[in-house]
């Protein structure tokens, strides 16, 4: 029950190691500039601007997309455009703590 009610006031916790492990890719929606600087080893960059273009490569993959960027406010915005499109995909949040949820 208590679970129930927190999952229902802070949405439901994702496990993002066995997402991973399940096929799931991540997409870091930064900017070059700012993947450069830091990254999860593995996770694809497509800036924000750019994910539009890239929606239907990342369908043909069938894959779940966790998504990531420096706080979580752009991956909030690319995760939701891909459940939109019609791909699994959940937000990761900041790419750094990302990568310690990770580990």
Request: net charge positive; aromatic share 4%.
């Amino acid at each position: 029950m208590l679970q129930q009610l927190k999952n229902l006031l802070f949405g439901q916790t994702v496990d993002y190691k066995t997402m991973l492990a399940n096929g799931a890719v991540i997409i870091d929606v930064r900017s070059p500039q700012e993947y450069a600087t830091g990254h999860i080893d593995g996770a694809k960059n497509i800036p924000l601007p750019q994910l539009r273009q890239q929606i239907s490569n990342l369908k043909q993959t069938g894959k779940p997309v966790i998504t990531c960027c420096a706080s979580g406010m752009r991956s909030s915005s690319a995760a939701s455009q891909l459940r939109i499109a019609g791909i699994e995909a959940v937000n990761g949040g900041g790419w750094y703590g990302l990568a310690s949820k990770l580990k």
